[in-house]
């Protein structure tokens, strides 16, 4: 699977932007599907990942209630919908997929990234 994200840029304080990102290979359909972030000097961290159906989404604590997660199998393309932007949400966000039949919020269980797209969020 090759994932390409894109859809970052610079956006104010309490802004929005959506994330794409579009898979190409073999089947999307069958895989969890992940977003994780990460700031300079720090390490990357779960935002929020989909089931391969869509039924089923998680978020990590500090983005639950601000962005959404979601899919479309027709189009390969999972999305994130970030509200309500903040300062400390600036990073460059990766996605995912995941070959397991769990969800999980952990890298290292992710079989394929996307290179990444920055997000700025200005005060």
């Known amino acids: 699977v090759q994932l390409q994200a894109s859809g970052g840029g610079l956006v104010q304080t309490g802004g929005s932007l959506r994330l794409s990102c579009a898979a190409s290979?073999?089947?999307?359909?069958?895989?969890?599907m992940g977003w994780f972030r990460q700031a300079p000097g720090k390490e990357r961290e779960f935002v929020a990942a989909?089931?391969?159906?869509?039924?089923?989404?998680y978020y990590a604590n500090s983005v639950k209630g601000r962005f959404t997660i979601s899919r479309d199998n027709t189009k390969n393309t999972v999305y994130l919908q970030m509200n309500s932007l903040k300062p400390e949400d600036t990073a460059v966000y990766y996605c995912?997929?995941?070959?397991?039949?769990?969800?999980?919020?952990?890298?290292?269980?992710?079989?394929?990234w996307g290179q990444g797209t920055q997000v700025t969020v200005s005060s």
């Open positions: 995912a997929a995941d070959r397991g039949y769990a969800y999980s919020d952990y890298a290292r269980d992710y079989d394929y």
């Open positions: 290979g073999r089947t999307f359909s069958n895989y969890y």
């Open positions: 989909i089931r391969w159906n869509g039924d089923n989404t």
